[in-house]
């Protein structure tokens, strides 16, 4: 079992940026492929990004590669997604999600483990 928790939305004008973190509890965390999904208002959750256990791949969406940057601290069982340049479209809650086994990265019905999320909201 995986607890997550995430924090670090908030409203923030274009250009600029957020560090979003998710909290994991567990022993076993750093067995786990982490991922970043979103989901803004009237639209299905889409992948954002995600992190094998070793931390050594990374993936992104085609939309937001050279502006995000995921990474993860398997001593603090923590998850980050850095975002720079933000736009009104990355508008969105912002989910954290947890993985044991090999399959894909980019479908959310992969993930077993989910947080509540958290609000970011880019003004123009």
């Known amino acids: 079992q995986v607890q997550l928790a995430e924090s670090g939305g908030g409203l923030v004008q274009a250009g600029g940026s957020l560090r979003l973190s998710c909290a994991a509890s567990g022993r076993t965390f750093s067995r786990y492929d982490m991922g970043w999904f979103r989901q803004a208002p009237g639209k299905e959750r889409e992948f954002v990004a995600a992190i094998r256990w070793t931390g050594t791949s990374t993936f992104y969406a085609d939309s937001v590669k050279g502006r995000f940057t995921i990474s993860r601290n398997n001593a603090k069982n923590t998850v980050y997604l850095q975002i720079d340049s933000l736009k009104p479209e990355d508008t969105a809650i912002y989910s954290c999600?947890?993985?044991?086994?090999?399959?894909?990265?980019?479908?959310?019905?992969?993930?077993?483990?989910w947080g509540q999320g958290t609000q970011v909201t880019v003004s123009s």
């Open positions: 999600a947890a993985k044991s086994d090999s399959s894909s990265l980019y479908d959310t019905e992969k993930y077993a483990y």
